[in-house]
């Protein structure tokens, strides 16, 4: 299907203009140094600032991925890159066996923020899924008489460490480099009379994201997450919420449980906590907290240059107003993309805050995240059928206005490319 037979549009007056980047020429064989992990398109980035992005062509393209939901405040955010600048001028890693205050200063803020106990700070939303997995094993030693087995839900994605990807739902990877960890048991999400039965003497804790994004962006039901609740303090086990992804103001509020009324035993987040750097957190409340020195550990864990990363994160998402911001551009999106959604007949919009999936009414995703980039825009596609958009928490309206036109010529684009097929085949 060829998408980009028709004339490339101008660009739109809200298009920022590239500033000159300093030269870091490759080759074009340099990319085939890289292992294929990732499916790549050919532009090589070079520079970006709020939402957008500019190539090595100073082509600008319109970022509603933020790399993943990563770059929580935007590009190069000026308050994120004049604390680590300050930061790297004078201390960057002291070694993860001794205190730094930046490590401090970001331990207290998001412990006092969330509610929280303790935290141990790591590089990645895996490693903290990992962490979670260790310490509630660890509680079960303790508390439960071993038991160690952990509930989670199918198309669940917690990671793709050995133990995260043990512990994701059956059908998220295509190889599982099997065989698998043991100790873990999928259920189906929104389904709280299979999780019932699932429970035994052997389980531990039950381990959810609160809005699964792999799977579609498919948020938990209030009454589902009661429930789970519910059924974890009846029974004595621990609760354990994947925030990597809601987490850190993406869905509203600093954690999507808070959405819910509901909470965790034990908290991940990730992503968003550095701003753009690797850094993830593991918070314990209560009869969670039970880890003891060289139980967890690594050689980059809270160091100072991204901990205080994560102090400029956190204070700005703490900002009067800057969560309520959030929940008025995310209203500002659901409703243009249901406009969108409902001029091409297209499917179910699902989400919360600025962390929305749309459903296609065919299989045609990739296809329109490929016509988006052609007209200067980046989105992805969790599935065949889903498009899924986490701008910057600080998006602004005219961007996100600027955003449905290009999805829209996107759109079109597709739809006469499917046009032409059909006519091809009749013929």
């Known amino acids: 299907m060829n998408l980009f037979n028709l004339r490339r549009p101008q660009a739109h007056l809200a298009q920022p203009v590239a500033e000159p980047a300093p030269a870091h020429e490759s080759t074009p064989e340099a990319r085939f140094c890289l292992m294929p992990s990732v499916e790549r398109p050919a532009q090589v980035f070079v520079r970006g600032q709020g939402s957008w992005m500019w190539d090595s062509d100073s082509r600008a393209y319109l970022d509603f991925t933020q790399g993943g939901a990563v770059n929580s405040l935007g590009h190069s955010p000026a308050v994120l890159v004049k604390a680590m600048t300050e930061q790297a001028q004078s201390l960057m890693n002291p070694g993860a066996g001794f205190y730094n205050r930046a490590m401090l200063t970001l331990a207290e803020r998001l412990c006092q923020s969330t509610g929280s106990d303790q935290v141990h700070f790591l590089n990645t939303g895996a490693e903290a899924n990992e962490g979670a997995i260790k310490l509630a094993r660890k509680w079960g030693q303790l508390h439960r008489n071993g038991a160690h087995r952990i509930i989670t839900a199918t198309r669940s994605c917690h990671g793709r460490s050995f133990g995260a990807m043990s512990a994701s739902g059956s059908g998220t ?20 009379p299979a999780l019932h039965a699932a429970v035994d003497a052997q389980t531990v804790a039950i381990m959810l994201e609160p809005v699964q994004s792999d799977a579609g962006v498919i948020p938990a039901t209030e009454h589902y997450l009661k429930g789970v609740e519910r059924l974890c303090r009846e029974l004595g086990i621990l609760l354990i919420l994947d925030e990597v992804q809601t987490g850190m103001g993406r869905c509203g509020s600093l954690l999507a449980e808070q959405n819910y009324g509901v909470r965790a035993d034990i908290v991940t987040l990730g992503k968003g906590l550095g701003g753009g750097v690797p850094l993830a957190a593991l918070l314990a409340r209560g009869k969670a907290c039970c880890l003891e020195p060289g139980e967890l550990g690594g050689t980059h864990h809270g160091n100072a240059l991204m901990t205080a990363a994560g102090v400029a994160v956190l204070d700005t998402i703490l900002e009067k107003d800057f969560l309520a911001q959030v929940r008025d551009a995310g209203q500002y999106l659901r409703e243009g993309l249901g406009r969108l959604a409902n001029s091409y007949a297209q499917g179910e919009l699902r989400g919360q ?55 829209a010529r996107a759109f079109a684009r597709v739809r006469t490319a499917q046009l032409h097929c059909r006519r091809a085949v009749a013929t």
């Open 173 to 192: 990877f295509d190889n599982r480099f099997e065989p698998q960890l043991p100790g873990f048991i999928n259920v189906p999400f929104n389904d709280l």
């Open 353 to 407: 805050g600025l962390f929305w999936g749309l459903t296609l009414s065919d299989d045609s995703a990739e296809d329109v995240v490929k016509a988006a980039l052609y007209e200067g825009l980046l989105i992805t596609a969790p599935q065949p059928n889903c498009l899924r958009f986490t701008p910057a928490l600080c998006v602004s309206k005219g961007n996100i206005d600027e955003m449905l036109l290009r999805l």
